[in-house]
């Protein structure tokens, strides 16, 4: 037989030219890869960023008046304004166009107030009450009286003070002080529907909230705060403190009381005597303050001194969110509806500001820190991006979800760990090579069952089960473990023939399954249905989550860790057992410090897997955002918290960019745990390579 040896200098063209394009593809699609990922993360970083932009405010338009007399009310559609003097009623375009004919107006109004909505005016016309509404159609403004054009007399005299709330379109109540005391009155289609009288009642300041069910009455240094129905108003409660001015933010719950300390924030909690006003926390800044002007749809609120200072608040921040240092002469101030645009009056001018802050609530310190949201009890973590009511404020606190997360993940690690771990030792070790032909398979084709299905499963199936058995579920760890030791010490005692090498595992899974049935049943007997017995006890808890998740896991990390353990040099183990060690300290010395590097690293993907998992806690918990309970209560994660909320987050708001923030989130918390796992995994590759070398 001849043989054909090829020559040195031997070339193949079509084997270059295949080995050249094979290797440039690959090349293409890694670097393919990476900058998917790139573009990926500069996305959401790009969606996100907007969230941590400052507030901005920028002059736009100067206007001059006609009428040099201070203004009495105010305010804007975003396009054009109205204003309330002693003299005249007038509406200005905002983009500096001529003004239309003032509306004189019949007498001197001596002071007048706004609703919370700013559609209606109530003018005190030397003791008299008259309500006037702006009326802005297309552009352009008319002056209407719901009321009647003639001011409203009441009996018990002339007013000196007053509030007033719209209750609906053709409804009104005015808190009016007079001589006699606080008269409330219900008024609607120049008709008195209702009249409260609160006698011997004199208030410095009167405030009504948005629904008129609260009236706030100061008087010297007492705020009196009185409950009121369809059957009259009651005392709720006194507290001492001399108040300079009431203001109260959107939404109607919290309250700003302004005195010498500066601006504070107040809303009510439960108590045993019902609710009370607490008061949160002084804004920063606010000691010098002359005037407060709330936005009319969000809870934020704008202050101005006497040297020009302009500052805006956000009710869930501790100090000023903007500031702006502008000449002196501040008069009044007035928001857009929609809080895009301030305007700012002086003598005989105003001078229109476009403010950039669509996000007020939203700051770094808030996703982490506890707040003190409106009728809660204490400061607290709490997610909840929407409600029923328009007025509601949004809670974005990311602590119960990482939280959350964190907690299903750890205990869905340390239920699947020694599983996974115990069954890739003794198959990579102990058991017979054809038995592991047919185990290791199986077992990894557990991990081809989608998450949606195992969190069907544990949500329907498995839930309603572990609160009937829940005794027998906590007490079946240790009731295996003992019973694996128990075999352990009574197997030398079998026949030989039943004692072959790599086949005790035929003999101990009948038996471990008796064990398990056992112990599931027998509590049943003694202490049925335990779950529902218990307080705090919920269905689809962690614990539910927990075991599902560490199902889903075991075959992850037996995979990993079984060829671990397999790729270690033979010949290692064959010196280990020659040496007189026995095959359980050959396992422990030998095999598991070599294969050490690759157990890590399966751990570490088993954890990743876990942290990112989201149709098994979707479906398995009871999906509520809380930071407190245990094994029994329920969680959401980040991942479940996406899916769940994202169809419903509008494209540009401040829910839309959070979620998107908790999906970078959860990306940056994934390439830093697997950089941390591949450190330590090199290390201990070159710890334990110099064993590797000599096998």
């Known amino acids: 037989m001849s043989i054909n040896r090829i020559p040195v200098h031997f070339s193949d063209r079509r084997r270059r030219a295949t080995d050249n394009l094979v290797r440039r593809v690959v090349t293409a699609c890694g670097v393919g890869i990476l900058l998917l990922m790139l573009l990926l993360f500069f996305w959401l970083i790009w969606v996100v960023l907007p969230l941590f932009s400052a507030p901005g405010m920028h002059a736009t338009t100067n206007i001059q008046l006609w009428d040099k007399t201070p203004m009495l009310a105010m305010g ?94 053709h409804q009104w109540l005015i808190a009016a002080q007079t001589a006699d005391g606080i008269s409330l009155l219900t008024l609607e289609n120049q008709q008195k529907v209702n009249q409260i009288l609160l006698p011997q009642q004199q208030a410095d300041h009167l405030l009504l909230s948005p629904d008129g069910s609260l009236l706030y009455a100061s008087s010297g240094r007492l705020l009196r705060v009185w409950q009121i129905t369809s059957d009259g108003a009651q005392l709720r409660e006194t507290l001492n403190l001399p108040p300079q001015s009431l203001h109260m933010l959107a939404g109607g719950r919290t309250l700003l009381i302004q005195d010498a300390q500066g601006v504070q924030q107040w809303f009510a909690i439960a108590s045993d005597n019902g609710p009370r006003l607490q008061q949160i926390h002084t804004f920063n800044g606010s000691q010098q303050v002359r005037g407060i002007t709330p936005e009319p749809q969000r809870r934020v609120f704008a202050t101005y001194d006497a040297q020009g200072k302009v500052q805006l608040f956000a009710s869930k921040q501790q100090g000023a969110i903007l500031t702006r240092q502008l000449a002196p002469g501040i008069q009044a101030l007035a928001f857009a509806p929609h809080g895009d645009a301030l305007i700012i009056e002086r ?38 991006s929407t409600a029923a009511g328009d007025t509601y404020q949004a809670k974005f606190s990311l602590m119960p979800l990482v939280l959350g997360t964190l907690k299903a993940a750890s205990l869905a690690l340390l239920f699947a760990t020694p599983l996974a771990l115990a069954a890739a030792m003794y198959t990579a070790w102990f058991m017979s090579p054809g038995l592991r032909r047919w185990v290791k398979p199986a077992i990894e084709m557990m991990g081809a069952l989608p998450s949606v299905v195992i969190g069907l499963i544990a949500g329907v199936w498995l839930a309603p089960h572990i609160s009937t058995a829940l005794v027998g579920v906590l007490l079946l760890p240790p009731v295996l473990a003992a019973t694996l030791l128990l075999c352990g010490v009574l197997s030398p005692r079998l026949p030989a023939s039943w004692r072959r090498p790599g086949f005790e595992v035929i003999l101990l899974l009948p038996l471990l399954l008796v064990v398990t049935l056992l112990t599931l049943w027998l509590p049943t007997l003694f202490w049925p249905e ?40 033979g010949a290692l183990g064959q010196g280990s057992l020659a040496l007189g060690a026995t095959p359980w300290q050959t396992l422990t010395r030998v095999v598991l410090p070599g294969a050490s590097a690759g157990i890590f690293a399966a751990l570490m993907i088993g954890f990743g897997r876990a942290v990112g998992e989201t149709m098994i806690v979707l479906m398995a918990t009871g999906n509520t955002p809380v930071s407190e309970g245990g094994l029994f209560a329920g969680l959401r994660a980040l991942s479940a918290n996406i899916a769940i909320e994202m169809p419903e987050a509008a ?32 290390r201990l590759r070159q710890r334990y390579s110099q064993h590797e070398g000599h096998g």
């Not at 804007?76 to 003004?99: C, K, T």
């Open 76 to 169: 804007s559609d975003g396009h054009l304004g109205w204003r309330i003097s002693r003299n005249e009623a007038r509406f200005i375009p905002l983009d500096g166009q001529p003004a239309a004919p003032a509306l004189a107006l019949n007498g001197k109004p001596d002071a007048a107030i706004a609703s919370f909505d700013n559609r209606s005016v109530l003018l005190n016309m030397q003791g008299e009450l008259l309500l006037m509404q702006p009326v802005i159609r297309n552009g352009s403004g008319e002056w209407g009286f719901p009321l009647g054009d003639r001011p409203l007399r009441l009996p018990q005299g002339p007013v000196s003070n007053m509030a007033l709330t719209s209750l609906n379109d």
């Open 530 to 569: 335990i779950g529902e017995r218990l307080a705090h006890y919920e269905q689809r808890n962690l614990l539910v989550a927990a075991l599902a998740m560490g199902f889903a896991l075991v075959p992850l990390i037996f995979t990993l860790s079984e060829d671990a353990l397999f790729s270690v040099p």
């Open 347 to 384: 003598a005989g001018e105003w001078q229109q500001f476009a403010l950039d802050n669509p996000w007020p609530d939203f700051t770094w310190r808030n996703l982490w820190q506890k707040i003190w949201y409106e009728n809660y009890p204490q400061a607290d973590w709490v997610w909840q």
């Open 651 to 682: 494209a540009g708001s401040a829910h839309y960019r959070i979620l998107f923030l908790s999906a970078l989130l959860l990306l940056i918390f994934t390439l830093v745990i697997n950089t941390i796992a591949e450190l330590i995994r090199q």
